[in-house]
């Protein structure tokens, strides 16, 4: 039987917490951490998740070209063997309708559509310290209680649209990629896009050839290699389903767990020839991870190594682009040292009559009026539809937007103010028993194995915390203050921390410029994080209910 809505909202005080956890979150995250807990620990969850089905980023990203740049057989989750088996793809990249396809099979293959509520946005989250619970708070008037709170909201998932003057009276229409509704009629229509980052160079590729004329407003050229999609052979499927347990090995103890090798090589210890000959290699199978990562060791680290790979993609925008101009224009002279980017055929898109580029460095974006954009030289560009492809408040912006308090109701925008932090990615100091999927310092990677590692070793604190008594699980101060400056260390050795980039979180006016992401690889954050499960959870205060009690289950378990 359902209960009312009253029923499922009360939370007065002195009655036990309505479930065990609750799961913020129903795209890759979510849904394992739901089935970790639920399904194999028995505990009573409910998530949640604003949208009306699963899948979270890709839920909302519906945009035209939107495609993982990770490859099919790597992105996907690798917890069920039968799951691995019974998936099938025939592309080496999969698209967005692919990919929610596949989530929506893995919420109907275990049974998780009956514990999220859709169409339910979190507002609020606070920790009542009296009765050691989190109080949820919805958009629906509804109050929720649970002795565990796990946030799954996404690396990127907030929204950012520029304040722009005017922007409110564009009398065309106005769409973010990153909220994209259904059947957006292009034809006949003059559309601008602002932003050329991953999403913009997807967006702007699929949709030059159906619109009438497309305006792309740059602010920052890219660096971007082929994606080099295409079909699979049937043959080459069955191949990786045969090696797929020395796949995921490979996968968790690599770097930047994409499924291939990363380089040993650095790029001077080879001739000049055989060195472009790596890199044509590379531009020829695709991938911009694969040309960062798997062709030589040093690109991301070495001043000159990064160079000679930029000076290589630089070369082919002037073979691809046909006019001069709009090829300086679309030519970056920074270092490479952003996420690295791969398309279908962007610098060619600029060879299409009804493409024009426009650099608003050069002449900056005045003001939005009902009829387009006006750039500083006083050209108006007149417009039917805006799209904004400007991308994210990364890691933290969807906590931030989210009315998250700890203890002595600390709310999590001030606990951050000076720059999001957290214990090994899943923690933070001031809010026990909240644990982060995918948190700020967390690594840099292809994202389901990461989710997977943190997803698990959060259920294996959950269950130790659990059979030893423990009530209250929270980092130290002093162990995030140590996590953050080795994240800082190791990002002040690569030239990622040169660039203004949104992985620093430089993309949003205002925000303190801070490492966000751990970037050591999966594997060596992988053995930090089981060091600290072997040590006790080291970094973590663990309150007991009972103590006496505690002290006994702890011995039993330890």
Not at 54 to 69: E, H, K
């Amino acid at each position: 039987m359902s209960q009312s809505k009253q029923e499922r909202s009360s939370d007065h005080v002195g009655a036990a917490p309505q479930y065990d956890a609750i799961v913020i979150g129903a795209g890759f995250g979510g849904l394992y951490m739901l089935y970790k807990l639920r399904n194999e620990l028995g505990l009573r969850v409910r998530a949640f998740d604003k949208a009306s089905g699963v899948g979270g980023t890709w839920y909302w990203n519906r945009y035209p070209g939107a495609l993982s740049d990770t490859e099919s057989f790597v992105y996907c989750y690798s917890f069920d063997k039968g799951l691995l088996q019974d998936w099938h793809w025939d592309t080496r990249y999969v698209t967005q309708p692919q990919i929610l396809t596949y989530l929506e099979h893995v919420a109907d293959r275990f049974d998780l559509h009956r514990d999220i509520q859709f169409n339910t946005g979190v507002t609020a989250a606070h920790f009542d310290e009296a009765r050691n619970v989190w109080i949820v708070r919805t958009d629906t008037d509804e109050t929720f209680t649970a002795r565990f709170l796990v946030t799954a909201l996404g690396l990127l998932s907030a929204t950012n649209v520029p304040d722009i003057k005017g922007i409110e009276t564009f009398a065309g229409e106005q769409y973010h990629t990153g909220a994209w509704p259904e059947h957006i009629d292009f034809a006949g229509k003059r559309v601008g896009v602002l932003g050329t980052g991953s999403t913009g160079l997807q967006v702007i590729t699929a949709i030059a050839p159906l619109v009438k004329h497309l305006s792309v407003f740059q602010r920052s050229p890219q660096y971007s290699v082929p994606v080099g999609n295409g079909p699979v052979a049937p043959e080459e499927v069955a191949a990786v389903k045969g090696q797929y347990d020395q796949i995921w090995k490979d996968v968790r103890n690599s770097v930047v767990a994409f499924g291939f090798a990363e380089s040993a090589v650095p790029a001077f210890s080879v001739s000049e020839d055989e060195r472009q000959s790596v890199f044509q290699k590379a531009w020829d199978k695709g991938g911009g991870f694969r040309f960062m990562f798997e062709t030589f060791s040093d690109i991301a680290t070495d001043p000159a190594a990064n160079e000679a790979a930029a000076s290589f993609i630089r070369s082919k925008i002037a073979e691809i682009v046909d006019d001069p101009e709009t090829a300086r224009k679309l030519t970056p002279t920074e270092a490479y040292a952003k996420r690295p980017l791969c398309d279908s055929g962007y610098y060619a898109t600029f060879n299409r009559d009804n493409v024009s580029l426009i650099d608003v460095k050069a002449t900056p974006i005045e003001e939005v009026t009902p009829k387009g954009v006006r750039t500083s030289d006083g050209v108006e560009h007149h417009l039917d539809i805006l799209i904004f492809a400007t991308g994210f408040d990364a890691v933290d912006g969807n906590y931030t937007r989210i009315d998250i308090r700890g203890r002595n109701s600390l709310a999590i925008r001030d606990h951050w103010a000076s720059g999001a932090t957290s214990y090994l990615g899943v923690a933070t100091e001031n809010f026990p028993n909240m644990f982060m999927i995918l948190g700020p310092n967390g690594p840099f990677t292809n994202l389901p194995p990461t989710i997977e590692v943190q997803v698990e070793w959060i259920a294996d604190l959950v269950e130790y915390a659990s059979k030893a008594g423990i009530n209250v699980i929270e980092a130290t101060g002093q162990a995030e203050n140590g996590w953050t400056s080795l994240c800082t260390e190791i990002a002040d050795q690569t030239l990622f921390s040169k660039a203004a980039s949104w992985i620093f979180g430089a993309n949003i006016p205002g925000k303190t410029r801070s490492v966000l992401f751990y970037l050591g690889g999966l594997g060596a954050y992988r053995q930090h994080i089981n060091g600290v499960a072997a040590d006790h959870y080291q970094g973590f205060r663990l309150q007991p209910s009972d103590p006496a009690a505690s002290t006994a289950a702890m011995a039993s378990v330890g």
